[in-house]
């Protein structure tokens, strides 16, 4: 079973749609949670951590569900430049101990004009 | 640019010859990572770097492969008799160790094509 799993999509909303994602991860002593954006041949970069009480950044919410495992990116009021692939990403150790990252195949989001 | 710096951006060689990549963390960073990417995949962790310790190596890590980070601070990544399987892009991710979350600053990427 793969560590981390995304729905890799492709997702086409128009433009001004709410939109989410979800991710589940398969260790449930994962301790850190990230959503990265990554555009076509870039590199990947953070777009949020995910806090156990949930955040929120603008137009994006995250929240974490512990007992079903799983990660999820909201995107409210979509605009063509939230077009990217967003991956899921999980740390089953934490931040002081083993550090591998783990990432899913990332979701393909296409906003439409 | 203070960010993560990797060089070269493209690489094209032949089967079997050796490529050696770098990776410069942003300066302040303890640790660094290396994965590899192939189209339509996440990226896979391949190795990462405490200050100088390697800590951990993927299985994907094979004995082809060795990273370093002589002085704890730039990394190199070497691929010895390249097979055409190699080619991916190879990404470069620095982070500060904390008491907080451990986010990953990715630098541009390496893209390796074995012909």
């Known amino acids: 079973r793969k560590e981390v799993e995304q729905d890799p999509g492709p997702f086409n909303v128009p433009e001004g749609a709410t939109v989410a994602f979800n991710c589940t991860y398969s260790?449930?002593?994962?301790?850190?949670f990230f959503w990265y954006r990554q555009d076509c041949r870039k590199e990947p970069k953070l777009l949020m951590s995910?806090?156990?009480s949930g955040n929120e950044d603008g137009r994006f919410t995250a929240q974490l569900n512990r007992a079903s495992q799983y990660i999820s990116l909201l995107i409210r009021d979509s605009k063509l430049s939230d077009s990217a692939t967003y991956l899921c990403?999980?740390?089953?150790?934490?931040?002081?101990?083993?550090?591998?990252?783990?990432f899913g195949t990332g979701t393909s989001l296409t906003v439409i004009p | 640019d203070t960010g993560v710096s990797q060089d070269p951006r493209h690489k094209i060689t032949k089967r079997g010859q050796n490529v050696t990549f770098r990776c410069d963390p942003i300066s302040e960073h303890n640790r660094l990572y290396w994965y590899r990417q192939t189209l339509g995949q996440g990226p896979e962790f391949l190795t990462y770097?405490?200050?100088?310790?390697?800590?951990?190596k993927s299985r994907l890590l094979s004995d082809r492969f060795s990273a370093e980070r002589p002085k704890g601070s730039f990394s190199t990544l070497e691929i010895q008799r390249t097979e055409q399987g190699d080619s991916a892009m190879y990404l470069c991710?620095?982070?500060?160790?904390?008491?907080?979350?451990?986010?990953?600053?990715f630098g541009p990427g390496t893209r390796l094509t074995v012909l």
């Open positions: 770097f405490q200050n100088e310790a390697q800590l951990e």
């Open positions: 991710a620095s982070s500060l160790l904390a008491v907080s979350y451990n986010e990953q600053f």
């Open positions: 990403v999980v740390n089953p150790t934490g931040t002081t101990t083993g550090n591998q990252f783990y």
């Open positions: 995910v806090y156990s």
């Open positions: 260790n449930s002593a994962s301790q850190s």
